[in-house]
Every structure is written in C-alpha cells, then in structure tokens.
C-alpha cells in the first residue's frame, strides 16, 4: 500500500525555519518525483514545488512566491522526502501536503499544519 | 503563475449531470495536455480523478470523465450522486517544471 506520512509541522514566528519531512513506503521512492501542496484553512490548493530523481540530478522548481525562501530535498536511503521553509510569513500558515506525480498527482499524504503567528 | 479559473459554485440534483469548467491561457491549459482534476472532501486529502486531460486513475468511476478545448478544460460528472458533493480542483502543467492550480470549486447536489 502507497503511504506518504508528512510529520515536523507546528507554530513558528515570522521570519522563523522549519522543516517538513515526507516518509514514503509501498513503491520505489527513489524512482518517483515528489510534489509538495498547500492549502490554507478554507483556501485553495497551491503548488510548492517539486524534486526529481537522481537520474535527473535531483532537479528541483518552486512556485515563484516561494522560490528562494522554501528548499526541498530527498534522502532515498531513508524513503524521505523534505521541505526547508526559511524566513517564513503570516501567509504561509496552511496545510502542507507531500505528493508524487506519475501522471497525476496520484497519492498525497494526510497533511501537516504550519502555522506561523507570533 | 496565476491560479487557473473556476466557478466557485456548481449544483446539480442526484442523476443529472454538471459540468465544471477550468480556464488558463495558451501558455497552460491550451499548450499542454497535462490538466488533472481533484476531489477532496472537508477535512480530507485531494483524490485525484482525471489526468491527461482524458485519463481516469483505476477506480474512479466512468461517471467523471475529461476533455479541453483550447484554453479550457472540462470535468462532466454524470449521474450525480450525494456522494459527488465535495470541493474541485484542477491543475495544469504551465511550463519551466512549474504547475498551477485551480481555484476550486463547490459541488452541491441537491
């Protein structure tokens, strides 16, 4: 069974770090290109960015409103994928979702809550 | 990277069948056939229901079904069921390895 389990979510201050992890299991991680997604309380959903494979260099793109704040990784040892969120903002507070886009964005984990107030 | 455009709303009543439409641009919706569309229920995580435009994941019903014209693309769901009344998302490749989003809408079966 494909599982993606997103954990190291929490309240954060402005301008504050945090890393999110993604673990895998139930398909090849190291082959599959991972998403990340957001959607604030009530909101839509919005695009991340995303990581590829190390056959393709571990390439990554953001979405330009996050593009040089937030850095995604991945550990293939450890079936763990990761968002790096620096200088975080009041409107960054959403739920944080890790995903893998075969065709599609087939399986998504259930979410981890970001929030970031003083 | 502007979200794509929804309706907000959408009602139908149980058996009838709705459209929801999902508009970008020629540099997204009308240059790639990379649209999927995504259901997600309050409190739950997006299902993914149609990809490539045209493509249903291995069970999820042949009532939901795909297609784009131009800048536009479509999901029809036929046959409304109760359990249809949820949020819809779409989502297009939009180049440079970046995508982008609908802004949603609500289905409401009535």
């Known amino acids: 069974e494909v599982q993606l389990v997103e954990s190291g979510g929490g309240l954060v201050q402005p301008g504050g770090s945090l890393k999110l992890s993604c673990a895998a299991s139930g398909f090849t991680f190291s082959d599959s290109v991972i998403h990340w997604v957001r959607q604030a309380s009530g909101k839509g959903l919005e695009w991340v960015g995303r990581i590829r494979t190390k056959a393709n260099n571990y390439a990554t793109t953001y979405a330009v409103s996050m593009k040089g704040r937030f850095t995604i990784s991945r550990d293939d040892s450890k079936n763990t994928a990761f968002l790096q969120m620096n200088g975080l903002k009041t409107e960054d507070t959403a739920l944080y979702y890790c995903?893998?886009?075969?065709?599609?964005?087939?399986?998504w984990g259930q979410g981890i809550l970001v929030t970031v107030a003083s | 990277q502007s979200a794509l455009t929804q309706p907000a709303s959408v009602s139908g009543s149980p058996g009838q069948s709705i459209t929801i439409s999902c508009t970008g641009t020629s540099s997204d919706v009308g240059n790639y056939n990379v649209v999927s569309w995504y259901q997600q229920h309050p409190g739950k995580a997006p299902k993914l229901m149609i990809y490539?435009?045209?493509r249903r994941p291995s069970g999820v019903s042949n009532r939901f079904s795909g297609s784009k014209s131009g800048n536009t693309a479509s999901l029809t769901i036929s046959g409304l069921q109760a359990e249809d009344e949820a949020d819809y998302y779409c989502c297009s490749y939009i180049g440079s390895s970046t995508w982008v989003f609908g802004g949603g809408t609500k289905l409401s079966v009535l």
């Open positions: 490539e435009v045209t």
């Open positions: 995903t893998r886009h075969p065709a599609g964005f087939d399986y």
